[in-house]
């Protein structure tokens, strides 16, 4: 019976140790090569500047988001998902000291998970310098009262990146999800609707003309 005891004890504690090393790094981002291209991309991009604060709406597995925080000193990033499950705070700190390891770099960013809401982002008001939204914004359930509500998280003079894979033409459905995806004149008109407006449009690779990163301000 002694012996029983001690032996779940050890496996109890094997494992917590265990699920404290779980993380939802997926294993093409594991990779200093494909890190050192992504940094490359999208850092003139984004153009992140030390201290400040950004929401990435859809953050997922948080795997890019961790990436683009090795772009400048002490940023604050609020992790926001309807299903946050890689957001839980034990898995993103595995996730990011993970990706962190195959750097070598110290991480001096803060990251805060928020479970959002279909028509809400529950991210405070007025409070960010960027928020992005990476392959995500065909899969809003309510479109509109999302870009609502992500207009008043921004603070003034903040802005929106919208990163999404274009369809040629109208009614072509998106090949992981099979949601409706935009044409650029159908992500930019329904921005304008929702009282933004466009600054920038970016290639992020050179020759696909179907992959860019949009980059959207308050209306005056």
Request: glycine letters at 4%.
């Amino acid at each position: 019976m002694r012996y029983l005891a001690v032996l779940l004890i050890f496996l109890l504690v094997i494992g917590s140790a265990r699920s404290q090393d779980k993380d939802c790094v997926n294993d093409y981002y594991a990779r200093q090569r494909i890190i050192d291209s992504i940094l490359k991309s999208y850092r003139p991009i984004y153009d992140f500047h030390k201290h400040e604060r950004i929401a990435s709406i859809g953050a997922g597995s948080a795997n890019r988001e961790i990436i683009y925080s090795m772009m400048a000193d002490s940023l604050t990033f609020y992790l926001q998902d309807i299903n946050p499950v890689c957001l839980e705070p034990d898995i993103l700190l595995a996730t990011t000291r993970r990706l962190y390891a195959v750097t070598g770099l110290a991480c001096t960013a803060s990251f805060i998970p928020i479970r959002g809401r279909t028509k809400e982002t529950k991210l405070p008001a007025q409070f960010f310098d960027k928020i992005i939204i990476e392959n995500s914004l065909h899969e809003f359930e309510f479109p509109d009262e999302m870009l609502r509500s992500i207009k008043g998280n921004l603070k003034k003079g903040g802005c929106l990146f919208i990163a999404e894979l274009l369809a040629r033409r109208p009614g072509k459905k998106h090949i992981d999800c099979r949601k409706p995806m935009y044409t650029e004149e159908t992500l930019i008109e329904r921005l304008k609707n929702n009282g933004f407006r466009l600054t920038r449009t970016d290639k992020v690779y050179p020759f696909n003309d179907y992959g860019k990163v949009f980059k959207f301000e308050i209306a005056e």
